[in-house]
């Protein structure tokens, strides 16, 4: 297929590169010259506009940081500049009154879009093992799936459109909680004498278990290998998960639904970054309990 992929940054470039390691034609734009040469590098051509490099495709791909910008990309750039016959996929991480707003205009012009945003950092977008949650209609779904699972490991259609982005973030409140939760009881525990790598043995086999502690624990030396024996560099910056907690809070403030919980760990989230620790692992908020 030809595809359009715009937004080549941390996520976007190895996804990009999947698609042409799959045998796709990637017509690649992204506004930082460094991220189109990069993308090049990796086999796509690159154009000078989004409305150049969505010509004749069969689809169009984004990987790109937010809700603004990603309406005023297709609104301003995709609907009416692609064919349209061209399936449209985000996989950036918005809310979800955009996503639905985004794919009604584009739907109304003719299109078929999906919302696809992943779950899995850096490393599993280099690697093609992404999950992905599609929110769109079942036909979209069947012509999102093969494009989708040349970058993922899956593709699972959590329901109608903005279903996707539903998923993604109430999927990242539990793991901000469980991964604050998670610091706070190592913390106490270590204050209370027990030896970390014991607790760590009681309770990832115990009912405290959750897979903040089994596949990320936070505590350097124990557990997996985690970001917390790098210094808590690399992995899944703490400003992105403040990022997603945000998108939940304005989620749940637009459907009146409590979640004190996902509250609270968005403001732990958001002292923790504003006390420059945007930039560390997520993980690191085990510092400051
Ligand atoms: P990034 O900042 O590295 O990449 C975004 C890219 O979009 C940049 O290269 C930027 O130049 C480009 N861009 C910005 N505005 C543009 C425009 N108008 N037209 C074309 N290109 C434009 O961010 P990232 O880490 O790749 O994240 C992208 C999305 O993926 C975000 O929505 C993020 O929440 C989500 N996400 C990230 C991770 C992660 O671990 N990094 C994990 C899951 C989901």
């Known amino acids: ?26 017509r690649a734009f992204d506004l930082s010259a460094e991220a189109a040469t990069r993308a090049e590098g990796n086999g796509c051509s690159v154009h000078p506009t989004v409305a150049e490099a969505v010509q004749g495709v069969d689809a169009v791909v984004s990987m790109l940081p937010n809700g603004k910008i990603v309406e005023s990309v297709y609104t301003a750039e995709v609907i009416g500049k692609a064919p349209p016959s061209a399936l449209l996929l985000d ?44 929110g769109g209609g079942d036909a979209a779904f069947a012509r999102a799936e093969p494009i989708l699972s040349a970058m993922g490991k899956a593709v699972i259609h959590a329901g109608a ?30 204050k209370l004498g027990l030896d970390l790598q014991t607790f760590y043995d009681i309770s990832s086999k115990a009912s405290g278990q959750s897979w903040s502690m089994t596949s990320y624990c936070p505590v350097p030396g124990v557990g997996p290998a985690s970001p917390a024996d790098n210094g808590y560099q690399g992995g899944f910056a703490a400003a992105l998960m403040l990022k997603d907690l945000k998108l939940a809070m304005q989620a749940a403030a637009s459907v009146g639904a409590r979640v004190p919980m996902g509250q609270r760990a968005e403001e732990l989230y958001a002292a923790f970054s504003d006390a420059g620790n945007g930039g560390s692992d997520f993980s690191g908020i085990i510092k400051t309990l």
């Open 161 to 190: 459109s903005g279903a996707g982005q539903a998923a993604k973030i109430c999927n990242n409140m539990i793991l901000g909680a469980t991964m604050i939760a998670t610091c706070e009881a190592f913390a106490l525990a270590d």
């Open 91 to 134: 996989c950036s991480t918005i809310d979800v009154d955009t996503a639905r707003k985004v794919a009604g205009a584009a739907e109304a012009a003719g299109y078929a879009m999906v919302d696809a945003p992943v779950s899995g950092g850096i490393a599993a977008a280099n690697g093609g093992t992404l999950t992905f949650m599609v």
């Open 1 to 26: 297929m030809k595809i359009a992929f715009i937004g080549l940054g941390n996520m976007g470039g190895g996804m990009a590169a999947n698609l042409v390691k799959a045998g796709h034609v990637v």
